[in-house]
Antibody, heavy 122, light 107 residues
Framework: QVQLQESGPGLVKPSQTLSLTCTVSGDSISSGPYYWSWFRQHPEKGLEWIGY???????YYNPSLRSRLTISADTSKNQFSLMLSSVTAADTAMYYC??????????????WGQGTTVTVSS | EIVLTQSPGTLSLSPGERVTLSCRASQSVNSNSLTWYQQKPGQAPRLLIY???NRATGIPDRFSGSGSGTDFTLTISRLEPEDFAVFYC?????????FGQGTKVEI
């Protein structure tokens, strides 16, 4: 059974960098056809896609976050990570890591982490 | 970037009722790029439908999806108590993924 677990500070100061890691068990992040993804959800709001790193190493970012965002992977640890710089209170949210996949006839996130709450505050 | 608009914002219904949720795209999209999720309070989303009409593994057949072009629909044929939640549609674009704002189905 594939499981994803987010880890990282729950509190980040404004202007600093938010760093989260997702540890994957039960599958290899080098295997396909998967998109190892980050999403977030602001309090009482909807879902927002942050970005993904594909099993092949291709990376895509949400255009609205691209200038502050870095997603990377460490295949030796079977982890992928998120770094979001220059954070503000608007980055306070629940952050989810997830595995998206391509089916023959569509796409979907079939495995989610439990989520981790990140608060930006001094 | 594709903008998805879901309607209505909130539905107040009773168990046993049939419900139809709408997701409209700002421009025509490929059906295989449209996905539906269910999210309950305090939980991560759950994949319901991918490719506009394909049920994900373990999803009851009371859930169905349809549509093409710009208009997509999620139907729950007969609401069960555990179905009350927020439902999101999502578009998988070539370089950007977007969500609708969600429809809350409440008792």
């Amino acid at each position: 059974q594939v499981q994803l677990q987010e880890s990282g500070p729950g509190l980040v100061k404004p202007s600093q960098t938010l760093s989260l890691t997702c540890t994957v068990s039960g599958d290899s992040i080098s295997s396909g056809p998967y998109y190892w993804s980050w999403f977030r959800q602001h309090p009482e709001k909807g879902l927002e896609w942050i970005g993904y790193i594909q099993y092949s190493g291709i990376i895509y970012y949400n255009p609205s976050l691209r200038s502050r965002l870095t997603i990377s992977a460490d295949t030796s640890k079977n982890q992928f990570s998120l770094m979001l710089s220059s954070v503000t209170a608007a980055d306070t949210a629940m952050y989810y890591c997830a595995r998206a996949r391509y089916y023959v006839s569509g796409y979907g996130v079939d495995v989610w982490g439990q989520g981790t709450t990140v608060t930006v505050s001094s | 970037e594709i903008v998805l608009t879901q309607s209505p914002g909130t539905l107040s219904l009773s168990p046993g009722e049939r419900v139809t949720l709408s997701c409209r795209a700002s421009q025509s999209v490929n059906s295989n790029s449209l996905t539906w999720y269910q999210q309950k309070p305090g939980q991560a989303p759950r994949l319901l439908i991918y490719g506009a009409s394909n049920r994900a593994t373990g999803i009851p057949d009371r859930f169905s999806g349809s549509g093409s072009g710009t208009d997509f629909t999620l139907t729950i044929s007969r609401l069960e108590p555990e179905d009350f939640a927020v439902f999101y549609c999502q578009h998988y674009g070539r370089s950007s993924w977007t969500f609708g704002q969600g429809t809350k189905v409440e008792i």
